[in-house]
């Protein structure tokens, strides 16, 4: 009786344990850093969209190493939580600007950071003391220079901001019409 009583505690454990595992492994591949679906446990959900593992759409189909921006990058936001479903950790927030966006860790270089689809010109942000992923624009706009297009204090001319977002002191943010 007491092995048969065990046995079932057993087994009970097992499957909590399991449930507890898979999610944690969903969880914790979220967001991770990835060059092709398999690496994000398409069992668990997710694929790898642009360099993170994320959310995965109805099927993945990307290749190893295969370049390809995220679709839910630099979202509208206005808290964490909202940036949780497409696998990134912050919702920043400009001075001035109606909204924030998702962002995600800056892993040491803006080249790092998620393309947009309508735009790769990315840069690294402090805020509250982390590095944080946004798209660079210039908001004094860009003047051809006889070497190439410059923006003040910048090397070159950033792509314009997608047209949901608008720039604000160099950082693309979105829209005050956006919802």
Do not use: W
């Amino acid at each position: 009786m007491r092995t048969a009583a065990r046995v079932g505690l057993c087994v009970v454990l097992f499957g909590l344990g399991s449930a507890f595992m898979a999610c944690f492994k969903a969880d914790f591949l979220l967001g991770a850093v990835c060059n092709r679906d398999d690496a994000c446990g398409q069992d668990q959900g997710l694929c790898c969209s642009g360099y993170r593992c994320r959310p995965a759409p109805e099927h993945c189909e990307r290749g190893e190493n295969q370049d390809t921006s995220y679709e839910s990058a630099y979202a509208p936001c206005d808290d964490d939580e909202e940036c949780h479903a497409f696998g990134m950790p912050r919702c920043v927030h400009r001075e001035g600007a109606k909204r924030g966006f998702c962002a995600d860790l800056c892993e040491g270089i803006a080249r790092n950071c998620e393309k947009h689809p309508d735009s790769d010109s990315r840069v690294c942000l402090e805020v509250d003391g982390q590095p944080l992923c946004a798209l660079r624009c210039c908001s004094a706009g860009c003047v051809a220079d006889t070497d190439a297009s410059s923006c003040v204090g910048q090397e070159d001319c950033p792509a314009l901001c997608p047209s949901e977002m608008e720039c604000l002191d160099d950082v693309c943010v979105p829209a005050r019409t956006s919802q």
